[in-house]
């Protein structure tokens, strides 16, 4: 491990449902190898309210850190 | 929507289920009709304990912005 | 307590004695039943230094939060 | 001045032009009395590009702080 | 309740389900008594995925108040 | 919009007139279509002086938002 | 002093007076020897109303830093 | 006021009494004329404990504002 | 370049037009060598409502950093 | 994983050398098997000078997590 | 200089040796020209320890900044 | 100690070698009594890259504390 280097990208990922939900749509839109994928770290959570007034969608902005090189 | 101003405003929801229910809450209660309100966004979230030990309820302090003019 | 409801204003309040004193006096003028306030968070103190160089006065920056709703 | 106790509210304003045009435009619809606001401390500033990708709005989250009494 | 002191702990707590049962999963593994603690606030939040990109684990690293001292 | 899904990126631009042209200019280098991009988030604003002490340069570290993945 | 370690504590302690005495009651309460400790440093304050609206408790949350390890 | 210009410098004040009285020592000894200082902004407070675990010393951290040039 | 040292001072400008005026305004005013200044930051931006609701000025906080030696 | 609980302490370890040495430091007097402890994360540095002037002394305060409960 | 353009990603290096050599690892990593390189600012900085509690690598999080258009 | 005041003045110091050099070449080029000099805390860190791609320069800025007057 002593020489691994990790990349991080900031995702905002969505759902009708819960924050967890949103923030693994947001890891599997990443485009990445989940095999290199290690953690999502939660920056903000909100919660947008449709323009007519109906339905919400809950929003996860995070950190996905995943690996450029292991040791 | 070049002129349109919003006003914020800071609330706290609970609920004995799910933060993501204590948004909901907290938006219900904030006597604006739903057109106007557009994002809750998280400023923390907790977990209170009951007196007792018993039962524990999800809360989450938010900031609501709603449409004061349109454009 | 399930789904009380709270709203959060921000005030801020002087005296020329303490911090103590100009947290109690946003209270006192926030204009809400005593009954339902709970907390006065500080977020900023500081002291003002009179135009003339005499007299200083302490200003507390506070959240106040009450509730509008009880379960 | 020994007394005088401010509250302070969040709001967003937008402008085609510039920060400072939607600070001002903020300020104006806070439907506050000028004679009694004191501050427009920003928060945050954006800039909001149209769903066409034509046109640009720039928008800066404020907090005003107006006099609710004085000495 | 004048005199009450209060200790605060940090911990993490995780669940392959939810940030709420993860939160819940530190409470109960803290080894204190549930009458005493009070309040468990959200420090951060993040999910990971795990060595084989197969499963994801929900963790909530969280500071826990408990009584020390009553009034 | 349930299940839209943006990346962030972060750029700084740069101006000898203003904030908002430089933020302005960030985004247009990003190389992105403007149809996708939704919002530039001022993280920093500075002013660099000339090596000479002659002319001065306004910078925006923006982060920008854009569309990976439409509903 | 070169190899001294410290161990760093958070409590919170009220009063019915002022935060400074907050601050003395969480430090005698933390149970350890005076000799040892060095810090208090305020994390936050708050100000809290009786639940029937009467009485007013001011509460210190503080990191005490006290000695494990001296040189 | 148009073109009013402020500096800005940090100090600490200690006092065995009180953060307001610590704070009004950091003014004395700032060297500057009392007409010139505005405000003192509380960066953090702290209350060290004597090197033998007798008698308490409040400091504060201020940040301290006076005018360099009027309009 | 290995041993160049600088110190950074914080002041605040003003200007009735904007805040890139404002830093100038701040920069002009701090008495050094324009050589010398490399990159004013900012702080936090505000904006001033007259006493009488009339005028308003825009106020930038800066921190300059300048060169004290170089390699 | 899916149900470990970690542990989060706060310490200070100082060394002559440098940071590295002085959170190894702290790892050392922490206490605790090292085969528990897995992330040692930097709050804060600092430097110390001596009364005399004479020597320096580098501080690193850091949170250490150690695990309470394997899955 | 008046319209160069700046990207920031961010990256994670690591050492067995220090801090500075787990950011010069970043760099080395990202797969830039060095010419176009100028900053690594640090976000944060940790130390972690062998699974068997042998071993201990030191990581830096670093901003990295390159140049993508020169005026 | 009941009265000493300090004042605290930030700078950025630059070495080849490492942050804990840097830290001390900005000590020492602050003209100022080393008797009087207490610590010196860590605001940020960076690496800079020379500009054409060969050389690096480890910089800290940190703050500076020395006592203005002794009990």
Do not use: H
């Not at 095999?35 to 995070?62: C, H, Q, S």
């Amino acid at each position: 491990m002593s020489k691994s280097v990790y990349k991080i990208i900031e995702m905002v990922g969505s759902s009708p449902d819960s924050w967890e939900d949103a923030t693994q749509n947001a890891v599997k839109s990443a485009g990445l190898s989940l095999r290199d994928l290690r953690i999502a770290e939660v920056v903000t959570l909100d919660m947008k309210i449709g323009e007519d007034g109906i339905g919400t969608i809950f929003r996860a902005r995070v950190k996905l850190s995943f690996k450029l090189l292991s040791d």
